[in-house]
């Protein structure tokens, strides 16, 4: 059985700010750009976390950071494309939510 509080009823992408969602229980998640960034779910940025390392900044990095778009992808993600280029990283609204509640992956 699918858990439907976790379901998405409104979602706002702010490019300059970050990412904020009602799910259909009403939970409000408000996740900042530095925080959806450095917790950036794909394989690279994952893989550099896991050794200690950060995936964001990187040499040449832009300053500020910035969304330049953002998509649902499928009924589950978002995936956010950033100002540096990078856009491999699909972030559940299940996670999201978490991330919300209890911090994102470090």
């Not at 439907?4 to 900042?32: C, M, Q, W, Y």
């Not at 990095?61 to 990283?89: E, F, K, M, S, V």
Request: charged letters at 25%; proline letters at 8%; a negative charge.
């Amino acid at each position: 059985m699918v858990d439907e509080s976790n379901e998405p009823v409104d979602l706002e992408v702010k490019r300059d700010e970050g990412v904020t969602i009602r799910f259909a229980d009403d939970h409000v998640a408000r996740i900042g750009l530095m925080e959806l960034r450095l917790g950036c779910p794909c394989a690279t940025c994952r893989t550099l976390r896991e050794r200690g390392e950060q995936g964001w900044p990187g040499p040449g990095a832009p300053n500020p950071l910035r969304i330049t778009d953002a998509q649902i992808h499928g009924a589950y993600a978002l995936q956010i494309t950033w100002n540096d280029g990078h856009r491999t990283g699909l972030y559940p609204f299940e996670a999201l939510r978490s991330w919300n509640e209890s911090g994102p992956p470090r």
